[in-house]
């Protein structure tokens, strides 16, 4: 068990500090990623709206 010091050297880049930065870091990527992932989704329904309302008349209605 290792105890907790007040050497700052020791508590900056120690063991624990670099695990819960990683653990930050980590949160923060994967926190990027969904919002891309979220931006991306909204982008390619835009793009499905904009193809429709771009399609021509005669594909959509049918012939009579």
Do not use: F
Request: charged fraction near 30%.
């Amino acid at each position: 068990m290792r105890l907790a010091t007040l050497h700052l050297e020791s508590a900056k880049y120690g063991d624990v500090y670099r695990a819960a930065r990683l653990a930050l870091l980590r949160q923060q990527m994967v926190r990027h990623i969904k919002r891309t992932d979220r931006s991306a989704q909204k982008v390619e329904q835009a793009l499905v709206r904009l193809a429709e309302a771009n399609a021509p008349v005669e594909r959509l209605a049918p012939h009579q």
